[in-house]
């Protein structure tokens, strides 16, 4: 599996990017996927992710009401659109893909650059 992320870039408080990741898999519509994100000297975060079907998905409380995660299994792509964004949302964010919900995420991209300004 390969991973492509893309849409990041600069962007005030208060503004909107959506971020892609495109994939390269047979197996797509198989695989929960999901977004990270980790700023300068900070920990690895969840951001969001999205089952399979794309019926159920999971969000950080720091981005509920905020971020949308969804996918396109015909595209083999997924989504996070990021609406009412703010300074401490800069990060480099990764799409990643396991197979199963119960393991850690095994296949990663290369990441996007998100910075938002004050």
């Known amino acids: 599996v390969q991973l492509q992320a893309s849409g990041g870039g600069l962007v005030q408080a208060g503004g909107s990017l959506r971020l892609s990741c495109a994939a390269l898999a047979r197996t797509f519509g198989l695989l929960n996927m999901g977004w990270f994100r980790q700023a300068p000297g900070k920990d690895h975060e969840f951001v969001a992710s999205?089952?399979?079907?794309?019926?159920?998905?999971n969000y950080a409380d720091s981005v509920k009401g905020r971020f949308t995660i969804s996918r396109d299994n015909a595209k083999n792509t997924v989504y996070l659109q990021m609406n009412s964004l703010k300074p401490e949302d800069t990060a480099v964010y990764y799409c990643a893909a396991k197979m199963a919900v119960n393991v850690q995420y095994h296949h990663w991209g290369q990441g996007t650059q998100v910075t938002v300004s004050s």
């Open positions: 999205i089952t399979p079907s794309g019926a159920s998905t």
